[in-house]
Nanobody, 126 residues
Framework: QVELVESGGGSVQAGGSLRLSCAASGYTYGSNCMGWFRQAPGKEREGVAVIDTGGGSTYVADSVKGRFTIAQDNAKSTVYLEMNSLKPEDTAMYYC???????????????????WGQGTQVTVSS
């Protein structure tokens, strides 16, 4: 049974940094897409960054490019989202998700991901 557990959220001031972690279990890690998504109150869930856990390629949404980085530790079956220069508009619930469909690339839209963690709240104050 696939399980994804996020951690690392919290409250920071604008300009600060946070690192989110997503620990995956219940399957053989290293051959699927993992992603970070966020949803602010009253807004749709959006893709932030994705990583191919097999090849290591990544893609980051334009809205956070240059500030956020997605990375992984294969030995720990963990995906990270390093967030720097945080802005108040980054405030949202952040979710980790897994996609097991082999497409040859990792998609960014949330609807392509079938397994989700419970989320971790990130609040950025001005």
């Amino acid at each position: 049974q696939v399980e994804l557990v996020e951690s690392g959220g919290g409250s920071v001031q604008a300009g600060g940094s946070l690192r989110l972690s997503c620990a995956a279990s219940g399957y053989t890690y290293g051959s699927n897409c993992m992603g970070w998504f966020r949803q602010a109150p009253g807004k749709e869930r959006e893709g932030v960054a994705v990583i191919d856990t097999g090849g290591g390629s990544t893609y980051v949404a334009d809205s956070v490019k240059g500030r956020f980085t997605i990375a992984q530790d294969n030995a720990k079956s963990t995906v990270y989202l390093e967030m720097n220069s945080l802005k108040p508009e980054d405030t949202a619930m952040y979710y980790c998700a897994a996609d097991f469909i082999r497409r040859g690339y990792c998609p960014l839209p949330p609807y392509d991901f079938g397994y989700w963690g419970q989320g971790t709240q990130v609040t950025v104050s001005s």
